[in-house]
């Protein structure tokens, strides 16, 4: 039979008991996973063999199993053969012989009992104590100190810059950590739905491998918690500081890592921007102008907070020293008005496209940098986050000429690798969304590397069937449904 023991166990005090304590915890302290320690104990009703090994995260397990000493008689005696062979394993797993209880009348079979299996096992180490084995083996797995390579971590979920979800982890205890060693730090609990909040402790070795220790989840109101790990045993948490009490979470593990969402979006203040190539073909032109107005429209009527919108439009430069360049043109910026960026739109249709002079590239990196230049800007700060959506067909412009594609350079010497790394750290929550012409034939391009960092948290191929909602619930900026959190979030603030 499974033996389970409470987080919670106290010490007995008495000197004979203490030096038994300290001998279990020993023997298990220096079992090694897969290895078991047999207790056999003599007590004045019955003889019960315990066994104690552990499991794969280090966490002793306990079984027993136990006989009446009538059962152990034959013809009125007891049965030496039949005893030893019950209180003693047939493999190589170390043995503790415990003589339990009192000394009295009564307990003449579990003193006979006890000398028999000792003349059988002359080394094995033997003990006396008042107290039961039951009632030693909590206290003494509670003094048993994690192992020397293992850290106990809990398990949390972190939201990426654009809203998804990725799993990381609060340190709670280090190798060879003690009964009532704490650690404090900082949660915050989404809405979870009927099962609750789960507070999930690994074990983690030096190599990175993770095994599931313990699961227990409660109702937890959304919030932000200031919480205490406090270290009852191996395999036992204790988790203060929440308002309702966590229990036991039955669920299979990996039944519950299949309800974390892909992302959770929390739709505070965003600003839109959109950033359209003029160059190409009448159509090509009209179907970039029809998804922007499209996508526009989706986010000003179902976006759940305040949205800001600008638009951007580019061509490509000349490299023709007869003419000059055409600037990346700001439209509108931070309008909350999106009937003014609809009425840029329309402007942009009667202009129609435009032929570009150098066709292998657009200014898609001057485009980076007047985003980043307009952000800047004291009035952009209340914006809200800022979600960058281009919508065109060409590579960008080297900031040197590229040796494999021959492309000429930017004559501004704009690098867009720099230019997207400086506005994912300048601006927290930062998404980019692409929208691009053509059938993704060319996906393997180094040329194309602009195209698939525009496009880091969203991306879609232009075409008439598109449906730009769920590109931009991927941006953040709209909800798909009602999102639950089965584990609490780490807070970037107050994390320890």
């Not at 002793?60 to 209180?87: C, H, K, M, Q």
Request: hydrophobic share 45%.
């Amino acid at each position: 039979m499974l033996k389970i023991y409470g987080g919670v166990v106290t010490a007995t005090g008495d000197p004979e008991s203490e030096a038994v304590l300290a001998a279990l915890a020993g023997e298990i302290g220096r079992l090694a996973v897969g290895k078991a320690l047999m207790i056999a104990e003599f007590a004045a009703d019955q003889v019960t063999v315990w066994r104690v090994h552990l499991d794969n995260c280090g966490t002793p397990r306990v079984w027993y199993w136990p006989r009446t000493w009538d059962s152990l008689r034959d013809r009125g005696l007891l049965d030496e053969n039949a005893l030893i062979s019950f209180a003693l394993p047939a493999d190589d797993s170390r043995v503790l012989l415990a003589r339990t209880g009192p000394a009295s009348p009564a307990s003449h079979d579990a003193d006979l009992g006890y000398a028999l299996v000792k003349q059988a096992r002359p080394h094995a180490r033997a003990v006396r104590s008042q107290s039961s084995v039951d009632d030693l083996l909590g206290e003494s797995i509670a003094r048993v100190p994690l192992p020397q390579s293992q850290w106990y971590e809990l398990v949390l979920l972190r939201r990426s810059r654009s809203g998804r979800l990725e799993f990381t982890a609060q340190q709670l205890f280090l190798p060879e950590a003690r009964r009532d060693d704490t650690r404090a730090f900082t949660v915050k609990c989404e809405s979870s739905g009927e099962n609750g909040t789960v507070f999930a402790v690994v074990a983690r070795d030096a190599a990175f491998e993770f095994q599931l220790v313990s699961m227990a989840s409660a109702k937890i109101p959304p919030g932000r918690y200031n919480v205490t790990a406090t270290l009852l045993r191996r395999g036992a948490v204790r988790f203060g500081g929440l308002p309702v009490k966590l229990s036991e979470d039955t669920r299979d593990w990996l039944d519950v890592l299949a309800t974390v969402p892909d992302r959770l979006d929390v739709f505070g203040p965003a600003h839109l921007i959109v950033a359209i190539e003029l160059c190409g073909t009448a159509s090509e032109l009209e179907a970039r102008l029809d998804r922007a107005s499209q996508l526009i429209g989706d986010v000003a009527g179902g976006a759940e907070g305040p949205v800001h919108f600008s638009l951007l439009a580019y061509t490509a430069h000349a490299h023709d020293h007869k003419v000059d360049d055409e600037q990346v043109a700001v439209l509108a910026w931070a309008e909350d008005n999106p009937n003014e960026v609809e009425r840029r739109l329309t402007w942009l249709r009667a202009r129609g496209p435009v032929k570009p002079r150098y066709a292998r590239a657009a200014q898609v990196e001057c485009v980076l940098a007047e985003v980043a230049g307009q952000l800047r800007e004291p009035e952009s700060a209340g914006a809200g986050r800022p979600v960058l959506v281009t919508i065109g067909a060409r590579t960008a412009f080297p900031h040197r000429i590229d040796p494999i594609s021959e492309i000429l350079p930017c004559p501004r010497h704009n690098d867009w690798r720099a230019i997207v790394r400086r506005l994912g750290e300048e601006h927290a929550g930062m998404a980019f969304g692409a929208i691009r012409d053509g059938d993704g034939s060319g996906a393997d391009n180094p040329a194309d590397d602009v195209w698939r960092l525009l496009g880091t948290d969203a991306s879609a191929r232009l075409t008439a069937a598109l449906d730009v909602r769920p590109f931009a619930v991927s941006l953040g900026l709209l909800s798909p449904t009602v999102q639950y959190l089965p584990f609490p979030l780490a807070d970037e603030e107050g994390a320890g």
